[in-house]
């Protein structure tokens, strides 16, 4: 189980630093109008954020404090959605490229809200 639990944190942190690198890219090709150029720095700021309480939370002293970094990543994926979903809707930028990091944020939400569960004792595997 142990082992498991390393495997699933490796690879979500793993995932977490690769949809970084996909946003930051993403973000160097969209125009740099004033209000672009807010909402790119809002949505830069919150989806790296995810990762960086990922591994807070792979360093932290407890598991309180485990659950915490993890509530923390997710309010963060919660916050790209919105700003992924405003460049798409108000700035009319509706590639392949937008989709799947949409995509991608809603499936880190969606592990990170299952983990939170999970640590909070309201759900098994």
Avoid: C
């Avoid at 979500?12 to 946003?23: E, G, M, N, P, V």
């Avoid at 949505?43 to 915490?68: H, P, Y």
Wanted: proline share 1%; aromatic share 8%.
């Amino acid at each position: 189980m142990q082992n498991q639990n390393l495997k699933f944190k490796t690879k979500l942190k793993d995932r977490a630093y690769q949809y970084s690198i996909k946003i930051i890219n993403f973000l160097d090709t969209l125009p740099k109008d004033a209000s672009t150029r807010i909402i790119t720095s809002q949505l830069l700021r919150s989806a790296t954020s995810i990762g960086a309480n990922i591994v807070e939370a792979q360093a932290s002293s407890s598991k309180k404090d485990f659950t915490n970094f993890f509530s923390y990543s997710l309010k963060s994926a919660n916050e790209s959605l919105y700003w992924l979903g405003l460049l798409k809707d108000a700035k009319n930028i509706n590639s392949s490229q937008s989709e799947h990091l949409l995509n991608e944020t809603k499936e880190l939400a969606n592990i990170l809200g299952s983990s939170i569960l999970t640590l909070k004792g309201k759900r098994k595997f």
